[in-house]
């Protein structure tokens, strides 16, 4: 159901028009007149404006033209009523960003049809722009936390990079690979309270240093869990130091009881680390760190991801991905 604000001079079509649509289970809101509707705009916050062109006071192009001045009227779907002989109008219309014209006399069909496909692809514009801008929030949190490390680079999103090729090549579901695209971001987030000299430290860390460095991967969970549409990321941010044999931090689960997202977190985060150009790690070579990773499935890692991953990986070195 959407809500519809509708501007018609004529009773007879206003109360035809108004029936059509509320039979399609919309809310209509029904004026006889532009400036009627311009006083109601706000209040109604309408979803889409189906409009008569020629009214009293303020006709369908004035009405146009003070919706897309006002902040919540600038995208919001505007569709005109015109008669055949207003052809000439429906140029101007548009230079004034109409989305969509209908001639008189139009039938039911015709025009729930308008309706419904501009409420959708204002849909499908509103969920990209959300998940963009959640997306640029999410990334620019992780670069907070990668700032104050100075031998990460760009690590967190070459990991999110081979995080994403994983969760593909394993068949995970497109939901799962949503989580995946912020989770592989986060992962390190709690990294934020772990202080610049240890994280930064050239040397080993001492035994007590190491228990604060294994902090970051609970204070991220804290960080997140209270944040509805980002806690579905806790598993990759508590469970990305586990280990398969059971030695990782902080829970010591092993095997199976290691959630996915921290088994696949764990190989991908590994890889990135030793491959990429980290001072403290010398760059070693990509075959050297995938044999490595084989040395070590079954005991650091998931022994059937890190198959995956090495195929993936060697795959891609030899052309064919
Ligand atoms: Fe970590």
Not at 25 to 51: M, R, T
């Amino acid at each position: 159901m959407a809500k519809v604000l509708l501007t018609e001079d004529e009773d007879s079509l206003r109360l035809m028009t108004r029936t059509v649509l509320e039979l399609d289970g919309h809310q209509v809101f029904a004026y006889a007149n532009g400036q009627l509707a311009l006083d109601a705009f706000e209040e109604v916050n309408p979803d889409v404006v189906v409009s008569d062109i020629s009214m009293p006071l303020l006709d369908g192009f004035g009405l146009l033209d003070a919706v897309r001045r006002l902040h919540t009227g600038s995208v919001v779907p505007f569709l005109f009523l015109t008669a055949r002989s207003e052809h000439e109008d429906v140029r101007f219309a548009r230079s004034l960003g109409v989305d969509d014209y209908l001639f008189k006399p139009y039938d039911a069909e015709e025009l729930l049809e308008a309706v419904r496909t501009r409420l959708e692809r204002r849909r499908v514009i509103e969920l990209f722009e959300s998940r963009q801008a959640h997306i640029q929030t999410i990334i620019m949190l992780a670069k907070l936390v990668e700032a104050r490390d100075e031998y990460t680079g760009d690590h967190v999103q070459r990991v999110q990079f081979l995080a994403m090729e994983l969760g593909l090549a394993l068949g995970w579901t497109p939901e799962a690979m949503v989580i995946l695209e912020y989770g592989s971001l986060l992962h390190d987030i709690g990294k934020i309270a772990i202080p610049e000299a240890i994280l930064n430290k050239p040397g080993k860390l001492t035994p007590e240093e190491f228990a604060i460095m294994r902090t970051h991967t609970i204070v991220g969970e804290k960080i997140l869990r209270d944040i509805s549409h980002l806690r579905r990321a806790v598993p990759y941010v508590r469970h990305h130091h586990e280990r398969w044999d059971g030695t990782g931090y902080p829970d010591g689960l092993a095997g199976e009881d290691i959630p996915l997202e921290g088994r696949l977190m764990a190989i991908v985060d590994f890889f990135d680390a030793l491959a990429s150009e980290r001072s403290y790690h010398h760059n070693m070579p990509v075959e050297q760190v995938l044999s490595l990773i084989r040395e070590n499935a079954g005991k650091h890692f998931d022994p059937i991801m890190a198959d995956v991953f090495i195929s993936l990986q060697e795959a891609k070195r030899l052309g064919q991905a």
